[in-house]
């Protein structure tokens, strides 16, 4: 999950320190690294291309007013020793955040706020799909802060990301001891006109409760893991049952066939942010899992 090292992207507001403490907080559980970056952007006044080496004092200087605002405003958020040791970069935010994370290996990139935060709008859009996309690693968007995470809902489609998104989910929850809920959600099957046999709901519905039962038996087994099995809107479902069951965290795995990979691709996945109480934790299926 977390790789050789947790990366936060962070930047001088109160989503930055949100992810800065975050994202600490699940490097310390997972006994990792935590390297905390802010990337500013290169001044539109530079040449196409970017800084040139001639001009070490303009870099030094940008350097050294972003780290001081930086600093001030994870201050109190983070350990001393993690604020003497932030990376500032000079370039475009999402190229630097792409190179850091596959220099160092890391298994997790931790991004701060939503609602149009600026971290999340680095990636060229106010969501977290836009990161999915760019960077195959997981993201985590967090939203609000926790000291630690005790309840971890993970939403699978059915799909073949399935496996891998309650993999990485359980051993996310393993990580801090926390109670695994996962959520099926079986969306209504339209009625198709002029057919007389429609397809049969309650068929449909066994057919995923079987389904979750048995990855989980095979994943994560019925120790502290709930299931739930309920219809409905995807991101409404979600949101309502990460509220009711206060979780800490939702997880969602990306790139399949199923309704997840519609949410996290459209209109929804800014609906579904939105809406969500807690941080959200989207899996990348671009390949195998990291341990």
Not at 20 to 33: F, I, Q
Not at 82 to 98: D, F, H, S
Not at 128 to 152: C, E, G, K
Not at 213 to 235: C, K, Q
Request: hydrophobic share 45%; with cysteine.
């Amino acid at each position: 999950m977390t790789g050789e090292a947790v990366i936060v992207g962070v930047d001088a507001t109160p989503a930055g320190a949100l992810a800065a403490a975050t994202g600490w907080t699940v490097a310390r559980a997972a006994g990792v690294p935590c390297r905390v970056v802010h990337v500013t952007p290169t001044p539109s006044a530079a040449p196409r291309g970017g800084i040139e080496p001639a001009q070490p004092d303009l870099i030094d200087g940008l350097i050294a007013d972003a780290r001081s605002h930086v600093v001030d405003a994870l201050s109190g958020h983070v350990p001393d020793d993690v604020l003497q040791t932030i990376e500032v970069l000079v370039g475009n935010p999402a190229w630097e955040l792409r190179r850091v994370v596959a220099d160092t290996s890391a298994g997790l990139l931790v991004l701060g706020g939503k609602h149009h935060a600026p971290p999340v709008r680095w990636f060229g859009g106010s969501t977290a799909h836009n990161a999915v996309r760019t960077i195959d690693v997981p993201v985590l968007v967090a939203a609000a802060p926790v000291q630690r995470f005790s309840r971890v809902l993970v939403a699978i489609d059915l799909s073949e990301t399935a496996e891998q998104t309650l993999t990485q989910a359980h051993a996310f929850a393993a990580m801090f001891d926390a109670a695994l809920r996962v959520l099926t959600v079986v969306e209504p099957m339209p009625a198709i006109p002029d057919v007389g046999v429609q397809s049969d709901v309650g068929e449909h519905y066994r057919l995923a409760e079987t389904e979750t039962r048995r990855l989980v038996d095979t994943i994560a087994g019925t120790d502290r893991t709930e299931i739930r099995v309920d219809s409905g809107s995807p991101a409404r479902t979600i949101a309502d049952e990460a509220a009711a069951w206060e979780a800490d965290l939702v997880v969602v795995g990306s790139h399949g066939k199923g309704w997840v990979d519609r949410v996290l691709l459209g209109s929804t996945t800014e609906r579904l942010l939105n809406r969500l109480p807690c941080s959200t934790l989207v899996i990348p299926a671009h390949g195998p899992p990291k341990a």
